[in-house]
């Protein structure tokens, strides 16, 4: 069992920067990957970043250049740094961890999310 804990969320402007930080209650060198997901109003929740045990990463096309997912494994912390933030960008941000058994058995876990509100 893992137990996620996002903060960092909040209302900016358009334009403007928000770090997000995910907290894990297990040491995250041992997950095999981690992300952020997103959930607008009305929409289904969508991939946003993430990063693999081995720091290789990857990003929506709509936030490519403006985001940037990392982690501090010494402190069982993952980040996501918001640049350049735009109205769509508006959402309850989710932390996952992804934790594959080598048996055909998956695992996943979800923050309860932390609101992210950009108006224009």
């Known amino acids: 069992q893992v137990q996620l804990v996002e903060s960092g969320g909040g209302l900016v402007q358009a334009g403007g920067s928000l770090r997000l930080s995910c907290v894990a209650s297990?040491?995250?060198?041992?997950?095999?990957?981690m992300g952020w997901y997103r959930q607008a109003p009305g929409k289904q929740r969508e991939s946003v970043a993430t990063i693999t045990s081995g720091d290789g990463t990857n990003y929506a096309d709509s936030v490519k250049g403006r985001f940037t997912i990392s982690k501090d494994n010494a402190k069982n912390t993952m980040y996501l740094q918001m640049n350049s933030l735009k109205p769509e960008d508006t959402a309850v941000y989710y932390c996952?961890?992804?934790?594959?058994?080598?048996?055909?058995?998956?695992?996943?876990?979800w923050g309860q999310g932390t609101q992210v509100t950009v108006s224009s």
């Open positions: 996952n961890a992804h934790i594959e058994t080598g048996l055909g058995v998956n695992y996943d876990y």
């Open positions: 297990a040491r995250i060198r041992s997950i095999d990957a």
